[in-house]
Nanobody, 123 residues
Framework: QVQLVESGGGLVQAGGSLRLSCAAS????????MGWFRQAPGEERDFVAA????????YYADSVKGRFTISRDKAKNTVYLQMNSLKPEDTAIYYC????????????????WGQGTQVTVSV
């Protein structure tokens, strides 16, 4: 079992920055892929970014490429999402998730989810 706890959400003006954190505990396997997804009201939960826990390989949705950066600190069992140049359309609940197999961008690949953290970007 893996527990994931997100933090770092909040209210920011357009053009601003936020850094989300996801602290992982429990049975952390070295071959995990850690991902961030987001869900706006009335919308599907969409892929944002992912990172291989050992490889460090990163994957991004086209909508956030060049603005968001995902990283991990293996010593702290923590994954980060640095979000820059935020836009109102980035407003959503952001979820951290862990996957043992499958495609990094597919929601169905992820077995463990955090409770989410709200990000609101004002105009």
């Amino acid at each position: 079992q893996v527990q994931l706890v997100e933090s770092g959400g909040g209210l920011v003006q357009a053009g601003g920055s936020l850094r989300l954190s996801c602290a992982a505990s429990g049975r952390i396997f070295s071959n995990y892929v850690m991902g961030w997804f987001r869900q706006a009201p009335g919308e599907e939960r969409d892929f944002v970014a992912a990172v291989g826990w050992i490889s460090g390989s990163t994957y991004y949705a086209d909508s956030v490429k060049g603005r968001f950066t995902i990283s991990r600190d293996k010593a702290k069992n923590t994954v980060y999402l640095q979000m820059n140049s935020l836009k109102p359309e980035d407003t959503a609940i952001y979820y951290c998730a862990a996957a043992l197999s499958g495609s990094a961008w597919r929601r169905s690949s992820y077995s463990y989810w955090g409770q989410g953290t709200q990000v609101t970007v004002s105009v």
